[in-house]
């Protein structure tokens, strides 16, 4: 358990539809990060947030959005979903002394 | 912007054999940190070794070294005596300023094979 909780685990849905991802940061980390691995190709960097704040944007689609709440646990909303957005999202978050802990990933398959 | 490249998309050794994946990153900054993931089958990213760019010396994690050469901006990944188990997807990363403050950038990767 590397201290990063993400679910669901696993996604199917249709196209068109939403989803909503969500993200545990380990305790005590305060910056969360969303990452997209399409099949076979590197993290793709989607958006950063630091105590409640978004700090930076990647290539994030504007179907998608996000947002972290008071208690530091952070959500990814996918909207208008195409088959193309079939990936695993990975959710990292980090603090300075110990560095970036990824989740498990949240595998999403649009049908 | 920043870039992180990994020029083997694949590579393939025999078990016990040393193998060496490249990695070079572009940046205009002094202070930055890299570092290596493996993402295995199960898809978990697992930190493989870090390395902060104001410490000349180069960091090991057992049989995990790395060679970073801050002028050429190039930092390769031994692994000695592999094992079967170090089958994986490797990934280069790269963050800015302060960790934990700045987004991973990462290349993208490099399928290693452990033959027995």
């Known amino acids: 358990d590397s201290g990063v909780t993400q679910t669901p685990k696993h996604l199917i849905t249709a196209t068109g539809q939403r989803v909503t991802l969500r993200c545990s940061p380990r305790?005590?980390?305060?910056?969360v990060y969303w990452y997209q691995q399409s099949l076979d190709q590197g993290l793709q960097f989607l958006i950063h947030?630091?105590?409640?704040?978004?700090?930076a944007k990647g290539n994030i689609l504007e179907r998608f959005s996000a947002q972290q709440f008071p208690d530091l646990h952070s959500e990814l909303n996918l909207s208008s979903l195409e088959l193309g957005d079939s990936a695993l999202y990975f959710c990292?978050?980090?603090?300075?002394?110990?560095?970036?802990?990824f989740g498990s990933g949240t595998r999403l398959t649009v049908v | 912007a920043q870039t992180v490249t990994q020029s083997q998309p694949e590579m393939s050794v025999q078990e016990a054999e040393t193998v060496t994946l490249s990695c070079t990153y572009d940046?205009?900054?002094?202070?930055?940190?890299l570092f290596w993931y493996k993402q295995p089958p199960s898809r978990q990213m697992i930190l493989v070794i870090r390395q902060e760019a104001y410490k000349q010396q180069n960091a090991t994690e057992n049989r995990f070294s790395v060679n970073f050469q801050k002028a050429a901006k190039s930092f390769s990944l031994k692994i000695s005596d592999s094992q079967l188990g170090d089958t994986a997807m490797y990934f280069c990363?790269?963050?800015?300023?302060?960790?934990?403050?700045?987004?991973?950038?990462f290349g993208q990767g490099t399928r290693l094979t452990i033959n027995p």
């Open positions: 990292a978050s980090s603090g300075q002394a110990y560095g970036y802990t």
């Open positions: 947030y630091y105590n409640g704040e978004e700090r």
């Open positions: 305790s005590g980390d305060l910056s």
């Open positions: 940046t205009s900054e002094n202070n930055y940190y």
């Open positions: 990363a790269f963050s800015e300023g302060i960790q934990g403050a700045q987004k991973l950038v």
